[in-house]
Structures are given as C-alpha cells and as structure tokens.
C-alpha cells in the first residue's frame, strides 16, 4: 500500500482570482507549477461534510449552523426570558454569555463535542432560540460525523498517523495556526490539515477587495510557505493541496425580511418559523395558510427568490433533512439579508453563501502535482481528489 505524504489547508474565503503574485507569491507559485481550479461552494453553512467526505446537504444531513429543532434545542431556558433582553444592554449581555455556557454544557452531556466547542448565540433574537439546535455537532474525526467514512477515518483504518489542525478546535489566527504546525508536525504524519481563518474575517468586515484582506493573504501565504518547508524536510514526497471552502462578495445592498414578515398576520412559532441567514430565509411551516401568505409576500420582495424545484435537485437539497429548511428565499448576488441572526446592527462588507454560479463566490483549488481538476467543481471535489493523492483511491474506505 502506498504512503504518500499530503499537507491540505484550507484558506477560508480564499477566492479562485486572489492568487496572482501581488497578493500571494508562494501560492502562485505552487498553482504555476501544479493546478489551479476553482471550487463552488455548497448550499450549506457548514462546508465540513463537502470537503471531508465528499458529501452533499442532502447526503450529510448537515446545512446551515443552526437548524429547527426544539426537542433537541440546548437554549431552551431561553422561552422563559423576557423580550427586554433583547435589547443590547450591559445586561443582555450578561444573559446571553450565561446561556452560550449553559448551552456548551448541554451539548458535552449529549456527547456532541463538535457543537460544544464551538456553540454560540448568534444574534439570534432570545425569544427564538429555543427553536434552534445545531446542525453539525460532532468533530470531523467522529465515526457518526458523517453517514460514510471521511478522510481522516480513511486514514485511521489504514494507520496512516494525521494533524487536524482547524476549526473548531484549534486557534485559526494565522500567527497561531503557523507557530502549531511547525511545532507539531512530525515525520511519522502522513496527512495534516490546517485551516487559516483571518482571511474570511478581514473579507467580511472590509470586503474582499480591501487592503486589509491583501494584508492577511499575505500573512498567510508567508505562514503557509514556511510550513510547507518544514512539511518537505519531514517527507521527501510531500504533496500541496490548497483551497478556499467559498469565495467573497462585494456586498452592495441589503434587504429586510423581517419586516415584510411582520406586515402579514401571522405569528412565529405558530403559524411559522423563519432562520435569517444572512444570504437565505430558511422557513418551516407549522400552518399551511402561512404558506401561500409568505411565499405570496417574498415573491413581490425585491432583492431575492424563492428556491424553486429545479433548484432543489440543482443543490442537492431534495431528500434533505426537513430541520435544514422547508422553503428557502434567497438574496441576489452582493445582497444580505439584513437585519439578520448574525448581523442585526452593521452590515458587512463582504459575504458568501450565493448560487454556487456566482463566480466571486468560488474558491481557488490549487494542487503541487498538477492533480486538480480544472474549472469550477463543487467543493466536494476536494475529497476524491485529497483520496488521491494520498494513494487512497477515490471511494470506499479500502483503495
């Protein structure tokens, strides 16, 4: 059996035009010589099961990060709580940070070590949470993470030694992450995986086009060069798998669901109950008058769509998990949802999470051994092709 040595990293919102030698020469450099495609980024929030196991929303049961579901909601002493606190006050404050670590708690006693790491509020309004629980709760080496094996329970059934160095586990400061990997790689790895997150966050609050987000490129490429220096002197044969689960868009406009929803007479929680992503509405429908009132109101909203059949079987979401969405209103291209769960005050700069035809939305996937497919490939490509070049095959547990 073979035993090739691969370094995968993920870039967070590192998009597919961003690689040139002004920005990042060490990438640039690698997809000269190797590959560079780009990748379309599932209808999902949480991208994990894409990447790690090649899997889609309607495959991995897992979507966006919070999902209906208040049997198993870890918020549920939120129903009891007054709709003062969500005002934003010194008091709200303390609540809110009072419930995140009741809900952390929650979570560990269920055994979701995923979700207990990384659990929070959002800006999620209080009397709403105790619908919610998260979508993915469990760590991406977790047998039950996914419905078939991932890449690194691949590798633990061959022996093969690995490094996840990433989310939600590890801090993704770029300084941080680069100091980790060159003091815990080891010859004996076979895989490691790391994950840069400034750049996602530099992108959503100056916008993709900012010095700011040039700036933490560039940490990056730096940091990632010296680490795929120390990977090379561990293992002779090292391959270079680079991508960005997503792009950045320029965000130009904002539009307000929430308060075409209050114009109807309906009431939430009852009649229905709506998730605002900040590019999609997510709604369940607990009366079927609701139904035809909202989707009569959304359809003569500006600045987005409904989800239509087709789209369904265009984004993998048919079959899908009813607690992922019912019905789906999505934002056109630059546009948010706005207020929304995670943005209720300042709009930001730079988003994803639109059609996976939006170009500005892609990622770049660059490979050292030329081994990449070209184009734009949904972001599950990159497991079949990590497989690869770690000399696993392309399916099964067994290559």
């Excluded at 196991?53 to 309607?58: K, T």
């Excluded at 010194?90 to 070590?113: D, I």
């Excluded at 080496?141 to 329970?153: C, N």
């Excluded at 660059?366 to 990590?386: H, K, Q, R, W, Y």
């Amino acid at each position: 059996m073979s035993n090739e040595h691969l370094l995968m990293v993920l870039v967070d919102a590192l998009r597919h035009d961003k690689v040139r030698p002004e920005h990042a020469p060490f990438l640039a450099e690698v997809a000269a010589a190797g590959s560079a495609g780009a990748t379309q980024e599932v209808f999902a929030g949480q991208l994990r099961p894409a990447f790690m196991a090649g899997l889609f929303p309607n495959e991995s049961g897992v979507g966006h990060l919070f999902c209906y579901d208040p049997a198993n909601s870890p918020f549920k002493a939120a129903r009891f709580l007054p709709g003062i606190f969500d005002r934003w006050t010194p008091l709200s404050w303390r609540v809110r940070r009072a419930l995140t670590a009741m809900a952390c708690r929650a979570e560990a006693r269920r055994g979701h070590r995923g979700s207990a790491s990384y659990c929070y509020l959002a800006e999620i309004p209080l009397r709403r949470l105790s619908l919610f629980a998260f979508s993915e709760t469990d760590l991406p080496w977790e047998d039950r993470a996914q419905p078939r094996p991932g890449l690194l329970s691949i590798l633990s059934a061959h022996c093969r030694p690995w490094l996840h160095l990433g989310y939600p586990v590890v801090d993704q400061r770029t300084s941080v992450l680069t100091a980790a990997a060159l003091s815990r790689i080891r010859a004996s790895h076979s895989f490691v995986f790391l994950h840069y997150a400034e750049l996602d966050w530099a992108g959503h609050e100056h916008g993709p086009h900012s010095p700011e987000v040039h700036r933490a490129l560039r940490a990056i490429d730096e940091g990632l060069e010296s680490v795929w220096r120390h990977a090379r002197s561990l293992w002779p044969d090292a391959k270079l798998l680079v991508f960005g689960d997503h792009g950045m868009v320029e965000v130009r406009g904002e539009v307000n669901v929430e308060a075409a929803l209050g114009e109807l007479p309906l009431r939430h929680g009852r009649d229905y109950v709506v998730f605002l992503d900040s590019t999609v509405a997510r709604f369940w429908f607990l009366r079927e008058p609701a139904r035809a009132r909202i989707t009569e109101r959304l359809e003569a909203l500006p600045g987005g769509r409904w989800l239509s059949p087709g789209d369904f079987d265009e984004l993998h979401l048919r079959g899908g998990r009813r607690e992922n969405g019912e019905a789906f209103w999505v934002v056109d291209e630059g546009t948010v949802i706005m207020p929304s769960y995670f943005q209720r005050g300042i709009r930001p700069a730079g988003m994803h999470g639109y059609h996976p035809s939006v170009s500005d939305n892609w990622g770049a996937f660059i490979t050292s051994d030329g081994s990449g497919p070209e184009g734009a490939v949904p972001l599950t490509e990159v497991f079949p092709v990590a497989r690869a070049m770690l000399g696993l095959g392309s399916s099964g547990v067994l290559p």
